[in-house]
């Protein structure tokens, strides 16, 4: 079956540590994204890539940082500059171009230790 | 004024009622329209999308557009205890660029 794979389900941080989610696909999409989703607001975009090699700033990159050497990974990096990282990750991808609709993975629960 | 405003609920229904999820955006530039189911613990499933005013239906499910009131709805027919989840509208616009309303906590009583 195609889909996205996120992992791990959950993950813990120590103070001053870095921690990276990994995302996979095998759904053949360009596309990639990050976000963030917390309690009472809708989700926020970290990072995304169209294209293999390349990829922008969302709205809320401080903090973050992400890789794109393969079409179908996206892994995405918590590092010690975020300051709250305590929230729900969830990875994307769509076909790019406007009328393609994003497919989401299950997600990692992050948490501060 | 936020682009996209969405009722967080929580909504309390009895199994079989009729469901209505409504979303109100501001942005002219909103193009395509979805509606995304998520259950606790997982990733946005999609359920509807569709481009254009007027309705789409899907089984129980139906989305509306109305582009000039700027307004969007999901109806869900004969609701199941299975459809307690949140919903989440969500837009996209000319660049490419997703935006998602909070998400309407739903539960449907047996």
């Known amino acids: 079956d195609g889909g996205i794979t996120q992992s791990p ?12 989610l990994s995302c996979e696909q095998n759904l053949n999409h ?11 607001q809708g989700l926020r975009l970290i990072y995304y890539s169209q294209i293999v090699n ?22 995405l990096t ?17 076909i790019p171009g ?12 992050l948490s501060i230790l | 004024q936020k682009e996209v405003e969405q009722d967080p609920g929580p909504l309390s ?22 509606w995304y189911r998520q259950y606790s613990r997982k990733g946005p499933e999609l359920l509807m999308y569709t481009y254009s005013s007027g ?11 109305d582009k000039s009131s700027k307004y969007i709805s999901l109806f869900i027919r ?7 989840a949140t919903y989440l509208c969500a837009f996209q616009n000319n660049f490419n660029k997703f935006y998602f309303g909070s998400g309407t906590k739903l539960n449907v009583k047996p």
């Not at chain 1, 406007?98 to 629960?109: I, K, Y």
């Not at chain 2, 229904?13 to 979805?34: K, R």
């Open chain 2, 13 to 34: 229904v009895p199994e079989g009622a009729i469901v209505s999820l409504n979303c109100t955006y501001s942005n002219s530039a909103f193009q395509y329209f979805m």
């Open chain 1, 54 to 75: 390349d990829f922008q700033k969302g709205d809320i990159a401080e903090g973050y940082s992400v890789s794109r050497e393969k079409k179908e990974s996206f892994p």
């Open chain 2, 55 to 65: 309705n789409k239906e899907d089984g129980r499910f139906t989305a509306q557009v």
């Open chain 1, 30 to 40: 360009d596309a990639m994204y990050w976000y963030r989703q917390d309690p009472g």
């Open chain 1, 9 to 20: 389900k959950y993950l813990f941080r120590k103070e001053g540590q870095n921690v990276t």
């Open chain 1, 98 to 109: 406007v009328n393609q609709p994003q497919h989401f993975g299950d997600g990692t629960r």
């Open chain 2, 78 to 84: 004969d609701s199941q205890p299975s459809d307690s």
């Open chain 1, 78 to 94: 918590v590092t010690s500059a975020q300051k709250n990282p305590t929230a729900f990750y969830l990875c994307a991808s769509s």
